[in-house]
């Protein structure tokens, strides 16, 4: 998709109401400062659309972007920041959980995983979670610039296994410096919305 306009059209908070969209959605989610902010703003070519944490875990919203008035990308908040008590860390939770469950919409659900690390509990937690919602996430490994090439297999082999994700299941390794892994991104966000 080329794009020629992007909104952030609706931030809701714990409390707020889900807006009902017509437009297909795509999500992406991550724990925080795994570079989802720096992909978003990657995918839309703009240096600072989606806040990149000076301030990890501070973004607690749901972000919708309108994206030329064709489809929304739906901006999940970051998880396990290890600074947030544990009952504002629940509440993350459900948000999440709540939008990947009612959104009538969402078409594709991404899941951000740094390249470098073994997958967290909850990496895993939020990957079984999306499956319970009957998707298939796409593992975007981010940060790929941070390896020597010679490593990228073993890493990518690391990540499947920790997660024990599906057979089948796209792994896109993603560098927000070199941009690697764009198009993959934008190839499968327009297949999803039928673009
Ligand atoms: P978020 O909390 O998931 O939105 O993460 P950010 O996009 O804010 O990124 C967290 C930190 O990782 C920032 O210091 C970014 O500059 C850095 N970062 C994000 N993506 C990449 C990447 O692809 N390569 C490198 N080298 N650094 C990255």
């Avoid at 659309?49 to 970051?78: C, E, H, W």
Wanted: hydrophobic share 40%; proline share 5%; charged share 25%.
């Amino acid at each position: 998709m080329v794009i020629k306009e992007v909104n952030l059209e609706t931030v809701c908070g714990v409390t707020s109401k889900l807006p009902e969209n017509t437009l297909p959605e795509v999500a992406f989610a991550g724990k925080s400062n795994v570079g989802k902010s720096s992909l978003i703003n990657a995918l839309m070519n703009r240096k600072s659309l989606a806040r990149t944490s000076a301030q990890p875990g501070k973004t607690q919203t749901i972000n919708f972007y309108n994206i030329n008035d064709a489809m929304y990308l739906v901006d999940l908040p970051g998880y396990g920041y290890a600074k947030v008590a544990e009952s504002e860390k629940a509440k993350w939770g459900k948000m999440i959980e709540n939008y990947l469950h009612t959104s009538k919409q969402l078409r594709r659900v991404f899941l951000l995983i740094d390249i470098r690390h073994d997958p967290s509990a909850n990496d895993k937690l939020m990957y079984d979670w999306i499956i319970h919602q009957g998707f298939d996430p796409v593992i975007v490994a981010t940060k790929l610039d941070k390896l020597k090439r010679s490593q990228v297999p073993k890493c990518i082999k690391a990540v499947k296994e920790g997660l024990k994700v599906k057979p089948g299941t796209v792994i896109v390794p993603f560098s927000a410096v070199t941009k690697q892994g764009r198009e993959e991104i934008w190839q499968i966000m327009d297949e999803a919305v039928g673009y």
